[in-house]
């Protein structure tokens, strides 16, 4: 089968050049398609029916595609997935761009304002973090792991006198929270005994990324793998003190060791709520928890395995004093995944600064400009993330609950990724984000 357009003749690729099929047979690129005058097939005029990214995708062209780049550097990215694109990305039309593109969006503006930030990060370098950059800048290579999302990416890291490669050093110092195994180093032998290769201390134990946990690493909670074990009481926590007792009584007893809680309501029955989440407080690692009292919250922000948190609060709370939440204690694991819906501002920012350092997803639901105060409306959320200290988010999900209007979304998310330039910023509606299971 031949793998070029029939009107352009140049090869299928990318998301531009996905071969689409015309009722005919014949099949073109949806670059070409675009630029039709009608909606006919230019090879044998025979007319189609509605706008050319309708018409099916070639699947069979796509898959010979694969096969042809199965050797080679995957030249495409999809943005929906993340990763290098497969026939499913095309079929149901996900953003694909070329890998230069796709890696231009990431860093758009970023550089310009990189160059300037770098200027003062040697002057912001705290103590603790000028001895990590001195380790990295003296030694010779670096064995690097990088590890997030399900995903690993490996390599070495070679120290020279080439500038970007000392900027790089001081960054990781500065925004990675490095840590040192100390108990490696005390075993280490002296440097004039011969050590073989396998009994050498690996230097990437020593390199953090913002997936790592770098509070665990001073004090790791225990390291035994858990069981998963999950309590739904959703049917339950919503009744009053003095409905279904026997239930409660029975989940309260349950409570130790389970790994995700779902649903937890607090404001029916607040006392019992508490004793719950207090009680699986020390092996939990999942949560989605709603109409939290300060109690409720701070049970929360106590618990030292949590790892990924839906936090909903209610109307009353945002009228109350609002709670600032202490930075996490050492021992604690910190989130890598975090959902918020109506906390208090003052709140909420406390709580994305104690997890600064470990944070890799964000969903935020949050209005744009406008004069209904937060999180209704939020002229300024730009400025709330740069002073939360997010220095592993990668992904930022605005979720609209609060009515959407698609200019000043997008002038919003322009602002964010100004001041978040490693991260994905996407609009749950412009970006059709579907919903995720916490």
């Known amino acids: 089968m031949d793998l070029e357009c029939d009107i352009c003749t140049e090869r299928f690729d990318g998301a531009e050049r ?9 099949t073109a690129c949806l670059q070409c398609m675009r630029r039709l ?28 595609l694969e096969g042809v780049r199965q050797d080679r550097t995957p030249r495409c990215w999809c943005s929906d997935c993340r990763t290098a694109p497969s026939p499913r990305c095309y079929g149901e039309v996900h953003n694909v761009l070329y890998v230069k593109s796709a890696l231009r969006r990431q860093l758009q503006d970023a550089l310009p304002q990189a160059a300037e930030q770098l200027q003062g990060l040697e002057d912001q370098c705290r103590d603790e973090q000028a001895l990590p950059a001195l380790t990295l800048l003296t030694g010779e290579s670096w064995d690097v792991t990088l590890r997030g999302g399900g995903r690993e990416l490996t390599g070495t890291l070679r120290t020279s006198e080439e500038p970007l490669t000392k900027a790089l050093c001081l960054l990781l110092a500065a925004r990675a929270a490095l840590t040192e195994d100390q108990g490696a180093a005390r075993e280490r032998p002296p440097a004039a005994a011969p050590t073989p290769p396998a009994a050498a201390p690996s230097p990437a134990a020593a390199v953090s990324t913002p997936a790592a946990d770098p509070l665990a690493a001073r004090d790791p909670p225990p390291a035994e793998a858990l069981p998963p074990r999950e309590i ?6 919503g009744s009053g003190p003095g409905d279904n007792q026997q239930q409660k009584a029975a989940l309260l007893l349950d409570a130790p060791g389970v790994t995700r809680l779902v649903e937890v309501y607090c404001y029916a029955d607040p006392a019992w709520s508490l004793q719950l ?6 092996t939990l690692e999942r949560l989605s928890v709603s109409c939290l009292r300060e109690a409720h919250l701070r049970a929360v922000h106590a618990m030292p395995r949590l790892r990924r948190l839906f936090v909903d609060g209610n109307d009353a709370a945002l009228d109350a004093r609002p709670p600032e939440l202490p930075a996490l204690p050492p021992g604690h694991a910190g989130l890598q995944w975090l959902r918020v819906c109506l906390l208090p501002r003052a709140t909420t ?25 937060w999180p209704y409306s939020c002229g300024d959320l730009h400025s709330l993330l740069q002073q939360s200290g997010l220095r592993a988010l990668r992904r930022l999900v605005l979720r609209r609950g609060y009515g959407h209007e698609a200019a000043a979304c997008s002038e919003q998310r322009a602002e964010v990724r100004r001041v978040l330039p490693g991260a994905e910023v996407l609009c749950d509606t412009c970006d059709r984000v579907e919903d995720e299971e916490v």
């Open 232 to 237: 739904d009481v959703r049917s339950i926590s």
């Open 18 to 26: 996905l071969p689409k099929v015309l009722p005919c047979g014949h």
């Open 349 to 373: 920012q406390s709580l994305l600064r104690a997890h600064g350092g470990t944070l890799e997803e964000l969903e935020l639901w949050v209005g744009t400009a406008g004069s209904d105060g």
């Open 37 to 64: 005058p009608d909606s006919s097939c230019p090879t044998c005029r025979q007319d189609f029916i509605g706008p050319p990214e309708g018409l099916p995708a070639n699947f069979l062209a796509l898959r010979m």
């Open 277 to 282: 989440l207090q009680r699986a407080a020390p």
